[in-house]
């Protein structure tokens, strides 16, 4: 009796040093796309992933976030640093009453760490890239696609989209609709309307271009109207850095399984026992 103890403390002693001095197993899942800007995710985030937290008396929430976030007045800019324009962006939400409902903050933070929001902004990416991967709208910063019509100032858009121009009695007649993409944000929004708007202008979007402002206020100022003639879709382009963006979203939320196998030979089959303690009592007996 006093050998099996002996051998049964010099076990757990074995043990014991071996899970000190072996290392953890950790495991990390990164994306293979590159890191999204912020004010882009999380304009995502707040308006499609968290839909159920987004007060949903607000249908217009996308273009109401997007007017918040890049208005001149906001002095919300990429130059902040990560966590003041983290602060200033959900400060923006809550002052347009975008985080109204409880734990509403919360489930955004939460949202925010697992890059919930990632997935949809790399839809649009690989949408952009594989239909115009070349165009030279892209060396404008944010443009107009009019019908296959590459625009990217105001002055050009209101000589093809205003409603003089199409009214005209020499204006080309219409044209087939564009295509619209499952994941497209549309003003004025097709469930507030019975009928939708004869034309369709497309804007793609990088929220940090010289032009976009213009470009955007333009576009919702032309379609925010009783008797609009133009729906704007609004879709996000790839930032130019990202072919050289190297760094990489963690992806949080994710279960990962460890399964070992014992390979040992073994006399005595312990299939059946759970425990080490159990197995060397039997061996003992």
Request: aromatic share 10%; net charge negative.
């Amino acid at each position: 009796m006093k050998l099996a103890f002996t051998l049964l403390g010099a076990a757990t002693a074995v043990l014991q040093a071996s899970a000190g001095t072996s290392p953890p197993v950790r495991a990390a899942l990164r994306s293979s796309w590159p890191a999204p800007p912020f004010l882009a995710e999380i304009l995502m985030l707040l308006t499609t992933e968290n839909r159920e937290t987004v007060a949903l008396e607000h249908p217009n929430g996308f273009f109401t976030y997007l007017e918040a976030l890049t208005a001149p007045s906001s002095h919300i800019s990429p130059s902040l640093s990560p966590e003041a324009l983290h602060q200033a962006a959900l400060q923006a939400a809550a002052d347009n009453g975008l985080l109204n409902e409880p734990g509403s903050l919360e489930m955004v933070q939460m949202q925010l760490a697992m890059h919930a929001a990632a997935p949809k902004l790399e839809a649009f990416y690989n949408y952009y890239a594989d239909q115009h991967n070349g165009s030279s709208g892209t060396q404008c910063g944010s443009w107009v696609d009019w019908y296959g019509e590459v625009v990217c100032d105001v002055e050009a858009l209101a000589q093809l989209a205003g409603k003089e121009a199409i009214d005209a009695p020499d204006a080309p007649p219409p044209q087939p609709r564009p295509q619209i993409l499952t994941f497209d944000h549309i003003f004025p929004p097709p469930q507030d309307i019975l009928d939708r708007p004869p034309r369709t202008a497309i804007l793609y979007a990088s929220l940090t271009s010289k032009n976009f402002r213009e470009l955007h206020t333009y576009l919702l100022k032309l379609t925010n109207r009783p008797d609009s003639h133009v729906e704007y879709v609004f879709r996000h382009i790839p930032p130019p850095s990202a072919s050289e963006n190297k760094e990489k979203n963690y992806l949080s939320g994710y279960g990962v399984a460890l399964d070992l196998k014992k390979t040992d030979y073994l006399a005595v089959d312990d299939r059946q026992l759970g425990r080490f303690d159990s197995y060397f009592w039997t061996a003992l007996c």
